[in-house]
């Protein structure tokens, strides 16, 4: 462990809100839009600031969206229309991966990009090596 990045973690958290709020907001971006420009750039300063991250933050965003493909594919066992009749597909690309609106997986994703190395970041952390 070394030195502990609150102040960093900090600003990184809080750029993130003014991000996604300016862009929803402020540049009438659909919240989907915000979020994925806030998400995204909070993953990259984490790796800016610490390289060695990366990984993490990658397979963290991996895993977190391949975690939740399986709770879609149950709601859609159960209720095959709901996604059609919730999603407002007038603002989605219309692209579905296994029948999951790819704007889904592509926010799970970016959720663990951006969070699955900040503790890491915020607590300096890191791997040991010999």
């Known amino acids: 462990k070394n030195s502990e990045h609150n102040l960093g973690a900090f600003f990184i ?41 990366w990984i993490n933050a ?15 594919w149950i709601l859609i066992f159960f209720s095959p229309s709901f996604i059609e009749k919730t999603w407002l597909f007038n603002y989605l690309t219309g692209i579905k991966i296994t029948g999951v609106p790819l704007e889904d997986i592509v926010f799970y994703f970016l959720v663990g990009f951006a969070v699955g190395p900040l503790y890491e970041y915020w607590q300096g952390e890191r791997a040991l090596r010999n």
């Open 13 to 53: 958290i809080i750029t993130n809100f003014i991000i996604m709020a300016g862009s929803f907001w402020y540049l009438h971006l659909t919240s989907f839009w915000a979020t994925t420009i806030g998400l995204f750039t909070t993953g990259s300063l984490i790796i800016l600031f610490r390289k060695d991250l």
């Open 58 to 72: 990658v397979l963290s965003g991996l895993l977190v969206a391949l975690l939740f493909l399986p709770f879609y």
